[in-house]
């Protein structure tokens, strides 16, 4: 989304990876001026999907640009309101799936039934606005919410790292020697 809209022209998002530009943005604008309808809301399971979102949003684009008279490339003057449009749809997004999965897992008896933690990690944890979406889902449902600091959250290396850390640490699954495991590739 944020190539489609040419955020690296935009004067405050020149030096921004796309996400954080879509975030940065977002803080200016008014997400209730578009809705985009959620992805698989006709899928009552966990799966997560963002394709059906950006083709919606690339529409929109599309539709903005016709309205405005520009091209492709150029900037909507509605830059911060898409931004913060696309932002809250993906964050809704999450914060649903992750709710089922929560669900599915308590009903499996698949967590502790005390101390239930909700690990984010990756790209999705540096955006403080689906960070706080998913500290309410957690406070609500009793759990705790584990995100490593945003600035370990760009490089999936470093969050494999710091999981392995994290469970080092704990003394959780962690081998002490390979020895008797059998490895096969996929």
Partial sequence: VARRLSLRKHPECHSMAGGKAIEHLAQA??????????????????DFS???LQNLVYNAIVQKEK??????????SCVKDVAAAVQHAVAVHIIQRTY????????NSLLPSKNATLVVSG???????IRKGLRNLADANDFALLCPPPRLCTDNGVMIAWN???RLRAGLGVLQSPDGIRYEPR
């Fill in 67 to 76: 309205e405005e008279g520009i091209q492709e490339g150029e900037i909507l």
């Fill in 50 to 52: 963002f394709s059906g």
């Fill in 100 to 107: 089922r999965a929560m669900l599915f897992c308590i009903k």
């Fill in 164 to 166: 392995g850390i994290e």
């Fill in 123 to 129: 790209g999705v944890a540096s955006n403080q606005y």
């Fill in 29 to 46: 604008g008014n997400q209730e001026l578009l809705t985009f309808r959620l992805p698989m809301h006709h899928y009552q399971n966990c």
